[in-house]
């Protein structure tokens, strides 16, 4: 296959660009378990880019499309995000562009603010015309819902700016739709997936170019035309539900038939990574919009019943695949292994992880009690964590590192035969609570499955009769689900363990 050569004119990242980058890469990869990225393949290599995202997640989302793109990304922010202490630095030093929006005015003139928010839009516009990456939000803010909020015209007009700016005969800037999907977007040690769709194509009506600054009245429907089919695809990419409740009741079909496909290929096919997770949900969301449309009474009938197996589920405080194994707590071996799994998590590793639980512990409860107060929605949390954490646990562990050594300088001076080492000691305790952090972070991972696993062999020892009822249940719900897709042209393919992993 050609590749395309890059952009002739695309400007190369600045250094301090690259190396705050590199640092923000490795602070989200801290922060969650895992960050898998997907379809860098279908980001231009010879022109700029209008990227397109939805806006679930505060700060961190635009954090994790600007360190995971091949090429300098250059965002514009509400420019009240510039006051801010330190944020403010690293956003000028990563070249983002201050957005001054007249609907923030609450003094001034509001026209005034417009012409600069218009200075602002074209020196956005230039930068995607010579062949950089550009990222908007279309929705304008960050939020709790399940669904995208209405999409403003902005990002349309933004394309058009700079079309305006390129040579009649060069090709267009893409416009790349991205998917940001979360396991937990606010909990530290989460997963998530940045999934980079193919550029738009767009009809000849939309796609040609119209004579610079043309009039207001002529443009409006181009930009009303070329909002819809940005929204109409970022729905797909979001694959947005009306509520909560939907949300949940598609993932828990999406388990409940991996795990029957699973069963009856008599495979363990193990956790599913993110891919995997987004693809299966994909699939039973395509699924059930699809068949609403045609037979709307029986898709109610059906999720009726999944809800019913969802609440049964959860009593019992079990996953889907769980149902699969016979009680292990009769079982010698296994018992045994428990056993020694408990002495090894509760008795054997805390003495070892003493210093990282000290350490942190203050910190984490300080900014556990900042992030309920004054985090207003859920899109705050990972934000607040993040932003507050790179100051307190860093400040944490130099105050502990100084304090250490100052407390062997007392006892040096009381004690002359012990060495003289305050900057070693204090340096080594700095990185202890550092490196001690992340341990207890895996720790703290570690105790909650091993009391899952005691939780689960006990259930399946005292609800024996439950259990087979919901694994019958399971197996008549997965039958249903699959009649209801067939036919249906769904996202990704099955291979021989039951896993959906993407197409060819």
Same mark, same amino acid.
């Given at each position: 296959m050609?590749i395309?050569a890059e952009?002739?004119?695309?400007p190369?990242?600045p250094?301090?660009y +690259?190396?705050?980058? #590199?640092?923000?890469?490795f602070?989200?990869?801290?922060?969650?378990?895992?960050v898998e990225?997907v379809?860098?393949?279908?980001?231009?290599?010879?022109r700029g880019?209008?990227?397109?995202a939805?806006h679930?997640?505060?700060?961190?989302?635009?954090g994790?499309?600007?360190?995971?793109s091949?090429?300098?990304?250059i965002?514009?922010a509400r420019? #009240?995000? *510039?006051?801010?202490?330190?944020?403010?630095?690293?956003?000028?030093? &990563?070249?983002?562009?201050?957005?001054?929006r007249?609907?923030?005015? =609450?003094?001034g003139d509001?026209?005034?603010?417009?012409?600069?928010n218009?200075?602002?839009?074209? &020196?956005?516009?230039?930068?995607?015309?010579?062949?950089? *990456?550009?990222?908007l939000?279309p929705?304008?803010?960050?939020?709790d819902?399940?669904?995208?909020?209405?999409?403003?015209?902005?990002?349309a +007009?933004?394309w058009?700016?700079a079309?305006?700016?390129m040579?009649?005969?060069?090709?267009?800037?893409?416009?790349?739709p991205?998917?940001?999907?979360?396991?937990?977007?606010?909990? *530290? @040690?989460s997963?998530?997936?940045?999934?980079f769709?193919?550029p738009?194509?767009?009809?000849?009506f939309?796609?040609?170019?119209?004579?610079p600054?043309?009039?207001?009245?002529v443009?409006?429907? $181009?930009?009303?035309?070329?909002?819809?089919e940005?929204?109409? %695809?970022?729905?797909?990419?979001?694959?947005?539900t009306e509520d909560?409740?939907?949300?949940?009741?598609?993932? $828990?079909?999406?388990k409940?038939?991996?795990?029957? @496909?699973?069963?009856?290929a008599?495979?363990?096919?193990?956790?599913?990574?993110m891919?995997?997770r987004?693809?299966?949900?994909?699939?039973?969301? %395509?699924?059930?919009?699809q @068949?609403? =449309?045609?037979?709307?009474?029986i898709v109610?009938?059906?999720?009726?019943?999944?809800r019913?197996?969802?609440?049964?589920?959860?009593?019992?405080?079990m996953?889907?695949?769980?149902?699969?194994?016979?009680?292990?707590?009769v079982q010698w071996?296994?018992?045994?292994?428990?056993?020694?799994?408990?002495?090894?998590v509760? &008795?054997?590793l805390?003495?070892?992880?003493?210093v990282?639980?000290?350490?942190?512990?203050p910190?984490?409860?300080?900014?556990?009690?900042l992030t309920?107060?004054? =985090?207003?929605?859920r899109?705050d949390e990972a934000?607040?964590?993040?932003?507050?954490?790179?100051l307190?646990?860093?400040l944490?562990?130099?105050?502990? #590192?100084?304090?250490?050594?100052?407390l062997?300088?007392?006892?040096?001076?009381?004690?002359?035969?012990l060495?003289h080492q305050p &900057?070693l000691?204090g340096?080594g305790?700095?990185?202890?609570?550092?490196?001690?952090?992340?341990?207890?972070l @895996?720790y703290?991972?570690?105790?909650?499955? %091993?009391?899952?696993?005691?939780r689960?062999?006990l259930s399946r020892?005292r609800r024996r009769i439950?259990?087979?009822h919901? $694994?019958v249940?399971?197996t008549e719900?997965?039958?249903?689900?699959l009649?209801?897709?067939e036919?249906?042209?769904?996202?990704?393919?099955?291979d021989a363990?039951g896993r959906i992993v993407?197409?060819p």
């Amino acid at each position: 296959m050609e590749i395309a050569a890059e952009a002739p004119d695309a400007p190369s990242a600045p250094a301090v660009y +690259r190396l705050i980058v #590199g640092f923000f890469r490795f602070v989200l990869r801290t922060f969650f378990r895992q960050v898998e990225v997907v379809g860098i393949e279908h980001l231009p290599r010879d022109r700029g880019a209008v990227l397109v995202a939805w806006h679930p997640n505060g700060l961190v989302d635009p954090g994790l499309i600007i360190t995971h793109s091949p090429r300098q990304v250059i965002f514009g922010a509400r420019h #009240g995000l *510039f006051r801010v202490p330190v944020l403010g630095r690293l956003m000028r030093a &990563v070249g983002t562009v201050p957005i001054y929006r007249a609907m923030d005015a =609450a003094t001034g003139d509001p026209n005034a603010r417009r012409e600069q928010n218009s200075a602002a839009l074209d &020196v956005l516009a230039e930068q995607v015309a010579r062949g950089s *990456f550009s990222c908007l939000f279309p929705e304008g803010t960050s939020h709790d819902s399940p669904h995208l909020l209405q999409i403003k015209t902005g990002a349309a +007009r933004f394309w058009y700016r700079a079309r305006w700016q390129m040579p009649p005969d060069a090709p267009a800037p893409a416009i790349v739709p991205v998917g940001l999907h979360y396991r937990r977007k606010g909990g *530290f @040690r989460s997963r998530v997936l940045v999934e980079f769709h193919p550029p738009l194509d767009l009809p000849e009506f939309l796609g040609s170019l119209p004579p610079p600054n043309e009039d207001e009245e002529v443009m409006r429907p $181009r930009y009303k035309a070329l909002t819809e089919e940005i929204e109409r %695809t970022l729905r797909e990419v979001v694959r947005a539900t009306e509520d909560w409740e939907l949300h949940h009741l598609m993932h $828990r079909a999406r388990k409940l038939v991996r795990a029957e @496909r699973a069963l009856q290929a008599g495979a363990d096919p193990g956790a599913p990574d993110m891919v995997e997770r987004t693809l299966g949900f994909a699939r039973v969301w %395509t699924g059930y919009y699809q @068949r609403k =449309a045609t037979h709307p009474e029986i898709v109610e009938s059906l999720l009726d019943r999944v809800r019913q197996y969802d609440a049964d589920l959860r009593i019992l405080g079990m996953q889907d695949h769980e149902l699969d194994h016979p009680p292990s707590v009769v079982q010698w071996k296994l018992a045994a292994m428990l056993f020694w799994q408990l002495v090894l998590v509760y &008795v054997l590793l805390p003495p070892v992880l003493v210093v990282g639980f000290l350490v942190n512990l203050p910190p984490f409860l300080g900014l556990w009690a900042l992030t309920r107060a004054m =985090a207003d929605m859920r899109k705050d949390e990972a934000t607040l964590k993040l932003l507050v954490g790179l100051l307190l646990f860093p400040l944490t562990w130099v105050a502990v #590192g100084f304090g250490a050594a100052m407390l062997h300088e007392q006892l040096t001076a009381m004690y002359p035969s012990l060495p003289h080492q305050p &900057v070693l000691v204090g340096v080594g305790t700095a990185f202890s609570g550092f490196f001690g952090g992340l341990a207890a972070l @895996r720790y703290a991972e570690l105790t909650r499955e %091993t009391s899952r696993a005691v939780r689960i062999r006990l259930s399946r020892a005292r609800r024996r009769i439950a259990l087979a009822h919901l $694994r019958v249940e399971r197996t008549e719900l997965c039958a249903l689900l699959l009649k209801m897709t067939e036919g249906l042209d769904l996202p990704g393919s099955v291979d021989a363990e039951g896993r959906i992993v993407r197409s060819p």
